[in-house]
Each structure stands twice: as C-alpha cells, then as structure tokens.
C-alpha cells in the first residue's frame, strides 16, 4: 500500500479527480498530525463510507490564541506518515502555511451561536479560525464526507453548520471519542502531562460519567455540576473553565436531561488544556 503525498492544492485536486474517473469516492480527515489512535479511528471509519481516505496534516496557526501553545504544538511527520501508511490511508495533504494563507488573505468564516460558550468563551477567535480552514480544506478536496472526532464535540458542531450554511456539498461525519483503557479521552495534548498528572487526568471523564448517570436518573443538572466542578477542583484541576449540561443538537443550556443532551467540560492540570465531553441518554422513563 502506498501513500501518496500531495504538497499542494493542485496535487490534492488531481489526486480526488483520478479517484472519481476510477469511480471511488473519496473521504477527507482533516488533522494537526501528532497522530493517535483516536485520529486513526477515523480513517478506519472513513473506509466504511470511501473507497480512498485523504488525511491533511496542517497545524493551523489561526485557531490558536495568542498565548496558546502553536509554537510547541507536538509535531512530528515522519512518524505521523508512518501510522497513515499501517493504517491503510491512500494520500496526505500537507500543505504550507504560506499555501493556506497567502499574502493578502483577508475572509474569516464565522458560526454564530454553536461557536460562542463553551470553549468559545475561553478562546477567542478559535472557532472562526477552526471554521475557516475546514471550510478551505472542503472546498480544496470536495471529498464525499469529511470526518470529525466527538472529541471536539462543539468544533463537530460548529462544521456541521458552517457547511450546512454554505451549502458545501460534503457529507459530515462524527465519530466517537477514543478513549484509553483508564478513560482519559486520547489528545495530541496528552504528551504535555507529567506522570502525576496523568494518574490524575481520567478524573475528568469520571465526573463526566457520574453526572450523567445521575441526570438520566431524573436528577436536576444545577447541584451535580457544582458538586463536579468542587469534585475536579480539589483534585488539582484549576481552573475549570466550564463543566456544563447542554442539549445535543442545538448545545443550549439544558437543566434536565428530558432530551438528548452532552456533558461538556474543560479545565487546566498543570499547564494543561483538558477537554472531554460524554452523551447523556434522556431520562428513562
Ligand atoms: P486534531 O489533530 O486534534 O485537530 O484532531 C483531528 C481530528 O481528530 C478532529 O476531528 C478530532 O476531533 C479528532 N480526534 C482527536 N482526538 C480524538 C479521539 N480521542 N477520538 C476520536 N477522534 C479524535
């Protein structure tokens, strides 16, 4: 199996043309490499819909703040083709920074109401920055479908509007977070933990499920997510920016789980940006 490396927009475009005159459709999995396994979950899942799998490895410089972590985000090609090849992906699309925005860039797409709350609230600029380069990274490759982890569950959110909106003719496809064996939700991140905090970590999908058992239960989300946010805050997670009960679709604020629903959390261990977030299966009744 070989893996094609496209460097360019051009070579991207040939490349899905070739696919198309075979008669194949096409998946695109978009990522900022630092490859795990919850990111080759999704190329896995992308065969299930297309006969080829393009993955695009850029580290978008627009959606990371100002004092967020570009410069020292994890980066590592040789070792990230390496899993695309044993993971049966067919091309790469590793564009440059200069390709992407060129002297003179100038159009922001911006989501109004999934994108604000939530990480929105604590990233300025981060979600119209996510936006803008799917949005370029659809229009490049007009794959089939592209898809998108749980993981980030408002970011799913967030491209699912944005192409329903703009009437980008690609299929969007969530997939569920992989996780490890103790809970803690795979991230690129991860690798900034110490060895204590990453005993600690998988506290946060702990709560998570806690809660949720509790709302579907019939329990009244007020009380739990103070309790949580003590629970997680004694346990040396600080801040917690949010730990909050939102409805599924639409992510309002939802105060019982009579619908379906998503429990979402973020907050700092160390240096360390964690988020998770988990389903909440409406009150059984
Ligand atoms: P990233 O490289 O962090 O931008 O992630 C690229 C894609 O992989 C995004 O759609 C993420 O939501 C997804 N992803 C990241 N971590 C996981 C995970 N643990 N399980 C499933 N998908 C993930």
Do not use: W
């Not at 410089?61 to 049966?88: K, S, V």
């Not at 939802?254 to 160390?270: H, K, M, Q, S, W």
């Amino acid at each position: 199996m070989t893996l094609a490396s496209l460097p360019t927009v051009e070579a991207l475009r040939a490349f899905v043309r070739d696919c198309r005159a075979a008669g194949d459709k096409v998946a695109l999995v978009p990522t900022m490499g630092a490859l795990h396994a919850g990111h080759l979950q999704l190329v896995s899942v992308a065969r299930r819909h297309a006969q080829r799998v393009i993955v695009s490895i850029f580290v978008n410089p627009t959606q990371f703040g100002p004092n967020e972590d570009f410069t020292r985000y994890p980066r590592d090609t040789e070792r990230d083709l390496a899993r695309l090849i044993e993971a049966g992906a067919d091309a790469v699309f590793l564009p440059s920074v200069e390709a992407m925005y060129p002297a003179g860039f100038s159009t922001t797409v911006t989501v109004a109401g999934v994108s604000e709350g939530l990480c929105g609230a604590f990233r300025p600029g981060h979600f119209a920055g996510v936006a803008t380069v799917v949005a370029k990274l659809l229009l490049q490759a007009l794959p089939d479908v592209a898809l998108f982890g749980e993981k980030d569950y408002q970011q799913l959110k967030v491209i699912e509007r944005m192409a329903r909106d703009l009437d980008i003719p690609v299929a969007i496809v969530g997939v569920p977070t992989v996780r490890e064996a103790d809970g803690l939700a795979l991230s690129s991140r991860n690798a900034y933990l110490t060895p204590a905090e990453r005993q600690e970590a998988p506290r946060l999908v702990a709560v998570l499920r806690n809660i949720a058992e509790r709302l579907t239960a019939g329990e009244g989300a007020g009380p739990l997510l103070a309790a949580g946010t003590a629970e997680l805050a004694a346990a040396g997670f600080a801040p917690v920016q949010y730990l909050e009960f939102r409805n599924a679709e639409t992510l309002a604020p939802l105060e019982r789980a009579d619908r379906p629903g998503r429990l979402l959390v973020a907050a700092y261990l160390g240096r360390t940006r964690l988020i998770d977030n988990i389903p909440v299966e409406p009150i059984r009744s």
